[in-house]
């Protein structure tokens, strides 16, 4: 099963350091490191973790100890592009970046392609 968070307004260069911390965890295990996590994005992770769950009950009546977290992907989502005013009239762009997030629950994690 899987859950989608979508335009989450935070930069998937961030996301990803906390996705890193759970991909390939059990379930249970994965929701204890998120809610002792102090990162800022670990509190939405735990709610999208939380849907997927949900989802994966309602479909297949699984519990969190036989799942893990098969897959998480942190794409980048659209750039909201804002500017500050420089020296002489000048102007920087700032971007404010957004991210895409897409947990995936399975029984065993998938078998890595060989090169």
Request: glycine content about 6%; aromatic content about 2%.
């Amino acid at each position: 099963m899987k859950a989608t968070l979508s335009t989450y307004r935070q930069s998937p260069r961030k996301v990803r350091l906390i996705a890193g911390a759970i991909r390939g965890k059990n379930v249970a295990h994965a929701m204890k490191v998120l809610r002792f996590m102090t990162k800022r994005g670990a509190l939405p992770l735990l709610r999208l973790l939380e849907s997927a769950l949900a989802n994966a009950k309602n479909a297949t009546n699984q519990s969190a100890e036989d799942l893990r977290v098969a897959a998480i992907r942190v794409d980048m989502g659209k750039t909201l592009k804002r500017s500050r005013p420089r020296a002489r009239g000048h102007a920087s762009r700032i971007n404010k970046r957004t991210s895409h997030i897409t947990i995936e629950l399975g029984d065993e994690l998938p078998i890595p392609k060989k090169k």
